[in-house]
């Protein structure tokens, strides 16, 4: 160990001394920015320098050189904390002979998410190509994998270098994010935006950062096709407009009279979109956007939807995609992968040349719907393709690649006589998965039911795996010990297996998703399964309610609702609320009393009005304060239903000194760590539910 100098030790005391003075935090602040600023430089040369040498080692993502096996093949070898699921199910890649070879780089929609291994747009390519090409071979080697984020993918790159590829094809940007990447300079700049009370001015500059970013990562990957003779393809990413439901609630950092504003004018949003007041709706949109600034989603995704109703395909897709962008400046939530407009923009500007083509499948996508928005047709969720969409963006990128290959570029064929057959029951496991995927999102019922109908339309004996996977989901016990658990490993599909129970998964607490849940069981009761939905029930209650005894609704089984909340969950020794409803799930047996006793505190003065209400009845009202207070409130039970009951508290509005809030979260941001820019409506430290009778 390095010893610790006199010098150092002085140098250290006087430091202390200078920050105890009145203007000490400033100037600790300040050496702080500085020596940051000092290691963002240095860390930039150490990326570059450790990117070079990455680019000469003997492995490509998780295939490793095998020597012994022929000089240039790799065999696939998965370190301790790589996935296999998450890359092709290739075990070898072998040597380039004399043919054409493309290397496709991509995130989870390069990899043919729900559908790999049976279809994948790497296989399509392929299959497309050798239909044109019969006088030389031509390979497609498969690199996409699930959840690479833009700096293992400039890695992956330069490693792929030694595939001594003809072309390159580039299938990502829904993963890019400038959250991912913030400097400390940056975190610096947000506070600046955070202590002047303008989130928006924080929004802007992030999407600068992001635009620099992505910028940046494709000048070097063009300097590498030119480099090293290879022509480039990038595909722009859509997004799923029409049937995704954006994850932002409130705007962020606004004052109490501002947001009191803003909910007060949501509320009446969706009264008058319930009587088909749509004129108000979109007026009511434009004033919701006039008090966040266009921070948040809401006015954005309601001015779109009016806009849709009357025709406008223009303003409805512009609000739409304003909406998904709202996610872009999203400090201390997680949201879904998507790919924002600054990136689209940044892909469709590039210089098309003899070893340049971008296809922009946004576009693509909007011909071959005849001026229609994205929707479900297109999407299984929010960026994922259907069978149908990889068909159509594939055949569209095979032409790209084809005009860099061989010159002139041909004409397109019609999409179906590009050869690629899909089973339908490997079609029906995506859609099943889909509807998984959407409920651990909070997507809505109908697109459930949806995804599960369809799964059923294209292969009924699919029921069986869906009653596993029901019974699995409700019981107590960890995925891995449940019965279930062996049946649904029986399935052939790999993909099934991989996603329904990845393997961080299999010892987490579960969560009691109502949503998937009763999407599930209507579909199996409109079927006429009705025996498979009366078990499923029954087990459910004898899991999760007790006749007698009591239960704790601050477990994460009942107090989240999909793994889109487990994400955000804080570390607390308390349940914490960012709204004015707190949901729980109560699973009900039978009994004639029902209790509940609460520890709980709201961020408001004395005497504030707080509700229980169980099945959207009031059982009681009562007075919550800063400090914390018991509450015990007994009803009847008639209110209930056997099995699934939501359970909410209704918090009042808290009171906050905006700009001492403003500074707190600055200093938070100035420290590097992400903060939530909304308001703590309320803490709840205990919630049981007592049984008797």
């Given amino acids: 160990m390095k010893k610790i100098t006199g010098q150092v030790i002085e140098a250290s005391q006087r430091i202390a001394e200078a920050s105890d003075s009145a203007n000490g935090y400033k100037i600790m602040m300040q050496l702080r920015t500085f020596l940051w600023e000092r290691l963002e430089d240095g860390s930039k040369v150490s990326r570059q320098n450790a990117t070079e040498v990455c680019g000469k080692k003997k492995k490509i993502g998780i295939w490793v050189a095998k020597e012994e096996a022929g000089e240039g093949t790799y065999v696939r070898q998965a370190g301790p904390f790589e996935n296999f699921g998450d890359w092709a199910n290739v075990r070898e890649i072998k040597p380039k002979r004399t043919g054409r070879r493309i290397v496709l780089l991509g995130e989870s929609v390069g990899r043919g998410f729900y559908y790999d291994p049976y279809l994948s747009p790497a296989k399509y390519l392929q299959t497309m190509l050798r239909r044109d090409v019969t006088d030389e071979e031509v390979e497609v080697i498969d690199l996409a994998r699930s959840n690479i984020l833009m700096e293992q993918l400039k890695g992956l790159a330069l490693a792929a270098l030694d595939l001594k590829p003809d072309v390159v094809v580039l299938m990502a940007g829904n993963n890019w994010s400038p959250l991912l990447s913030l400097g400390p300079s940056d975190f610096v700049e947000a506070a600046r935006c955070v202590r002047d009370g303008k989130w928006e001015s924080a929004a802007k500059y992030l999407e600068d950062v992001l635009r620099r ?8 990957l063009e300097e590498l096709s030119i480099k090293y003779k290879f022509g480039l393809v990038i595909a722009i990413p859509e997004f799923n407009l029409l049937d995704w439901e954006t994850e932002f609630r409130f705007p962020p950092l606004v004052s109490r009279e501002s947001l009191v504003d803003w909910i007060a004018l949501r509320a ?48 409805a897709r512009a609000n739409l995609e304003a909406a998904r962008d709202c996610a872009i400046s999203r400090f201390g939530g997680f949201d879904s992968p998507r790919c924002f407009a600054v990136v689209q923009r940044a892909m469709r500007t590039r210089k098309r040349s003899s070893w340049l ?54 004409v397109v064929p019609a999409v179906e006589g590009h050869g690629v057959q ?63 658990f062996d049946k649904i490993c029986d399935c052939e599909n790999p993909t099934v297996i991989h996603f329904l129970f990845h393997p961080a998964q299999l010892q987490e607490e579960k969560i009691l998703n109502r949503t998937l849940l009763e999407g599930m069981a209507d579909e199996l009761r409109r079927r006429g399964f009705l025996d498979m939905e009366a078990s499923g029930w029954k087990l459910l209650t004898k899991e999760h309610a007790m006749q007698n ?38 699973v009900f047996a039978g009994s004639r009393k029902v209790r509940f006793e609460l520890v709980l505190r709201s961020r408001m003065g004395d005497s504030e009005a707080a509700a229980v209400v169980v099945n959207d009845v009031v059982v009681e009202r009562f007075s919550v304060a800063k400090t914390w ?35 707190e979260l600055g200093g938070h941001l100035e420290a590097g760590r992400a903060v939530t820019l909304a308001p703590v409506f309320g803490e709840i430290q205990g919630f049981r539910v007592i049984y008797s009778g």
């Fill in 357 to 410: 083509e971008v296809v922009d499948i946004p576009e693509l996508f909007k011909g071959y719907l005849n001026g229609g928005l994205p929707d479900r047709r297109m999407f299984l969720d929010y960026c994922h393709f259907t069978a149908e969409a990889m068909s159509v963006a594939m055949e569209a990128v095979s032409n790209r690649v084809f005009g860099l290959l061989y010159g002139p570029k041909r």
């Fill in 268 to 315: 009446e949003a969706i009264v008058a979109v319930a009587n088909g007041d749509f004129a108000r709706a979109e007026k009511i949109g434009f004033e919701l956007l006039k008090i966040d600034k266009g921070t948040a989603s809401v006015g954005y995704k309601l001015i779109g939807e009016c806009r849709l109703r009357v025709g406008d395909l223009v303003l």
């Fill in 549 to 586: 005894g009591e239960v704790n609704l601050l477990k994460g089984s009942y107090s989240m609702h999909s793994n889109m909340e487990r994400l955000e969950g804080e570390r607390l020794a308390y349940y914490r609320s960012y709204c004015e409803r707190s949901s729980f799930t109560l």
């Fill in 422 to 484: 899909l089973d339908r029951k490997a079609e029906a496991e995506a859609h099943f998965l889909a509807a998984v995927h959407n409920g651990n999102w909070g997507q809505s019922p109908e697109l459930i039911r949806y995804h599960i109908g369809k799964a059923l339309d294209l292969h009924p004996s699919l029921v069986e795996l869906i009653r596993a996977f029901f019974l699995v989901s409700v019981r107590r016990a960890p995925t891995a010990l449940c019965n279930e």
């Fill in 629 to 663: 207070i018991r509450k015990e409130i007994e009803f009847s039970a008639d209110i209930l239903k056997l099995g699934l009951n939501s359970v909410d508290v209704l918090w009042p509005m808290p009171c906050w000194d905006f700009e001492a809030w403003c500074e």
């Fill in 213 to 220: 970013t992505v910028d940046v990562f494709l000048d070097e």
